[in-house]
């Protein structure tokens, strides 16, 4: 399943709205997608959206679509 990474970078200041950004990535489970970015990056976590049907595809016609893929 595709899942939708909300984060910060800086996990020493307080989240900013205006700082959000998102990556996607494919997990089998939130906690996994969850594990992943925690294990391979040092962004503070806001929320994690589970992306299947028209909103996956709608995110996938945005032209910065990309999946994040972590070297394990």
């Given at each position: ?57 709608y995110e ?13």
């Amino acid at each position: 399943m595709i899942f939708k990474v909300y984060y910060q970078e800086d996990q020493i200041r307080n989240p900013k709205r205006e700082d959000t950004k998102s990556l996607y990535i494919d997990a089998e489970t939130e906690v996994d997608a969850r594990a992943l970015v925690a294990a391979n990056t040092k962004h503070n976590i806001e929320f994690i959206e589970p992306l299947e049907g028209k909103f996956l595809e709608y995110e996938q016609q945005d032209p910065n679509y990309e999946l994040t893929e972590f070297n394990q």
